[in-house]
C-alpha cells in the first residue's frame, strides 16, 4: 500500500514525523534533532512528537540506548503502528491511565528495580555510561484459568524496547511451588522476602566460568582435575 507523504500538512505531526522516518530516514539508520527540525520548521515540538511514536511501539534509540550514537543522534530502528491511519494514532490505554501516584506505588511495589533484568533505576549497565531508567510495563499473565490479562510491573527502558510483548505462565511456577519440598518452600519463600538469592560460593564461581575464553576454561577445568587427584 502506498504510504502518504510526510510532507502532508493535513496529517498529525506525529504522523509526519513517522512518514518522515520512514521515507527519508530508513529504517536502521541515523538521524540528529537538527536533521528532524530542519524538516519540519512549522512545528514547534516536533521532537516531543517524534518520541510520542515509542508510545506505538516506534523504535528510535538515543546514545542512552546505543553507546555508539552521539548525543545529538538517534536511530531509527523499527517501526510500529500505522499513525497516520485514522484510530492508529490514539495513544493506547495503558500509556495514558496512570498518574505519578499510581506509577511510583508500582516503583515501590517492584522495590525499584527491572523486573526483566534485576537493574535498578539509576544504576549504570555492564558498559558503565548508560544509567537505567525505569518505565512501568504491561506483562501479559497466562492465568491458571487459561485466561490472560496484562499487568503491570517495572522494567527499565533497555529492556522495554528489546523486549517485545513478555507473556509469563503463572500456572507452571504454581505448579512448580507444589512440587517443592517444605524446606525448598521456606527457601523460596526467604528469596521472596528478601527479594533476592544470595548465591553460593559454587554458583559464583560457575557464573565467573562461563565467561572465561575456552583456553582459561580448560586451565581451571586441569586445576580441578589435579585438585581431585590430590584429594584421592
Known sequence: MTLPSWQDKKLGSMARAALWLLQEVG?????????????????????????????????????????????????????????WVPGKSKAP???????????MKIFQADNHLCRSCGIAGGE????????????????????????TE?????????????????????????DLAEALSPMERQIFLAWITADQRPLSPMEKMWGIFRTLPEESRKAVTDALNDMDDQDD
Do not use: M
Request: hydrophobic share 35%; proline share 2%; with cysteine.
Open 124 to 147: 549504570a549497565y555492564e558498559d558503565g555510561v548508560t544509567l537505567a531508567v525505569l518505565n512501568v510495563a504491561r506483562r501479559k499473565v497466562l492465568l491458571p484459568s487459561g485466561e
Open 150 to 174: 496484562h499487568q503491570l510491573v517495572t522494567e527499565c527502558k533497555r529492556c522495554g524496547v528489546g523486549g517485545g510483548d513478555r507473556e509469563v505462565d503463572l500456572g507452571v511456577i504454581l
Open 27 to 83: 529504517e536502521g539508520n541515523v538521524f540528529t534533532k537538527a536533521q528532524l527540525r530542519e524538516a519540519f520548521p512549522d512545528v514547534a515540538q516536533i521532537d516531543r512528537r517524534t518520541r510520542d511514536l515509542r508510545d506505538h511501539d516506534w523504535r528510535i534509540d538515543t546514545s542512552r540506548d546505543d553507546v555508539s550514537l552521539q548525543q545529538q543522534e538517534q536511530r531509527f530502528v523499527a517501526r510500529g503502528a500505522d499513525v
Open 93 to 103: 490505554k495503558h500509556k495514558t491511565s496512570l498518574t505519578t501516584a499510581q506509577r
